[in-house]
């Protein structure tokens, strides 16, 4: 099948020239074409041409995107959609005053959503998350990361990861599962850590790894959670099995875990709202990619991660929503990129390239989609703009008016 994406007011390509990623200045550099359309064949981008050209070529199909904004597929990254029940009396408790680490620390938090996953069937989580995948597909998201991390036993945390491989083939877009066995301690273990961190290590991860149920291996450092010691036992056997590495870290407190991510070869390292001055400078040398959450920082009203400092000191900088019901109930990227250019100070391209090829590296899949080059998937959003600026300008509301997978029109809107 040869498609013709005919038109649109702009390309914004955010190429890379075959490499990949952006850090520093290259964030500010998203291309825009005017004047050209877009082939695509067998589900890959063939040419970017001149539209006096068209005539030159027959398609099977042409659709007309004039006086709209064509960009890459979006991509995210970080995402806890894999979730049951509902944390808005913790959320009330909140407002009132009492805080987020206080309310896990007092048995709440990650483990309120992980007793409702317990008791909801394969068949229930299914019905749930659907919705939301279906929200983020309608936003152009067509590359979709989901970590497991609510079950935090045996038999819950294989059955949420069979959760999201079942959904990955239910849907068009590609839904990379994220194994977060190590997100707390369950009530079970809450006086033997260590024990916890020995059924990760010697039963979840073999099952997962031999039954390949997830790409990536993520934990979350912290006081009330892992510690750097923990983590390294876990992700040094996370990759020994072939798991790739993503580590929650400095979100509260920086207690070793950004170093262990780095020394480990981790994909990505996401939150850093506290990350040390002296640390910024780490990513500057190696791709492990700084995957940045303004929505935690908005929900849980505290420090932004310095975005501007770490694209200065060479870091590749990512956005995502982290969405999941205690610390980020945002499932709207489009609200996250205005969040970035608004509190972190980002510019509108940096926030552009955060959400696409950057985004994507953080799923190792940069070198797929996340950019619009030949070769590539033909993964598209289109919003009904005439200049991409309008995405950041119109903070939360969904300007997307079709999402396009491997060149099929997967979502339009009414
Ligand atoms: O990324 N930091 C840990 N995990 C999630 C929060 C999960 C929850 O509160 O349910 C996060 O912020
Ligand atoms: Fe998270």
Redesign the pocket.
Known sequence: MKKLFRNPAQIVTVNTNGKNFKRGDELSDIEVLEGRSIISESGLIKEIIPNSKISKYKFDEEIDLSGKVLMPGLVEC?T?TA?AGS?AGEFKKKLSGIG?EEI?KSGG??NT?VMAVRKASFEELVSIIKPRIDYFISQGITTLEIKS??GLSYYDEIKLLQVINFLNNEYAIDIIPTFLGA?TFPPEYKNDHNKYVDIIVNELLPFIAENKLALFCDA?C?KT?FSAQQVIKIFTEAKKLGLKLKL?TE?FNNIGGLDAAIDLGAQSA??LEVIAEDDLNKFAGNETVAVL?PG?SFFLDYDYAPARKLIDAGAIVALAT?Y?????HIANLNLIMSLAALKMKMTIEETISAVTINAAKALDVSDKTGSIEPGKKADFSVFDISDYSEIVYQVGKNLNCMTVKNGNVIYKSA
């Open positions: 970080h806890h979730y944390r987020y896990a938090g990650i959503t991390g609510y997100h979350f912290e959670a929650h979100q996401d939150h959450l935690v982290d999941n019901p205690g610390s980020s």
